[in-house]
Nanobody, 121 residues
């Protein structure tokens, strides 16, 4: 059974930075496409960024140039470095995973429990 555990959320002032981490256990991490999604209060969950098993990356337009996704296959971990944070980035951030799919996938098989990111103005 695949398990995803996120960490790294917290409270930060606008303009600050946070790095989220997500550890996958139970399967071979290197073949999984990994993604970050977020859900703000009263809003639908939205895609933020993804990284394929081959290292290709993609981002939603609102975070391009500010967020960077990366992975460390030796540590079974995907990261989301978030810089120049804005109050509108406030949300619960979820890690997601799906095996052997291209980065264009919109359906993920496994989800973490989420980590809260709050950006104060």
């Amino acid at each position: 059974q695949v398990q995803l555990v996120e960490s790294g959320g917290g409270l930060v002032q606008a303009g600050g930075s946070l790095r989220l981490s997500c550890v996958l256990s139970g399967r071979t991490f290197s073949t999984y496409t990994m993604a970050w999604h977020r859900q703000a209060p009263g809003k639908e969950r939205e895609f933020v960024s993804a990284i394929s098993w081959s290292g290709d990356t993609t981002y939603v337009d609102s975070v391009k140039g500010r967020f960077t996704i990366s992975r460390d296959n030796a540590k079974n971990t995907v990261y989301l470095q978030m810089n120049s944070l804005k109050p509108e980035d406030t949300a619960v951030y979820y890690c997601a995973a799906r095996n052997f799919v291209p980065i264009t996938t919109t359906q993920y098989t496994y989800w973490g429990q989420g980590t809260q990111v709050t950006v104060s103005s």
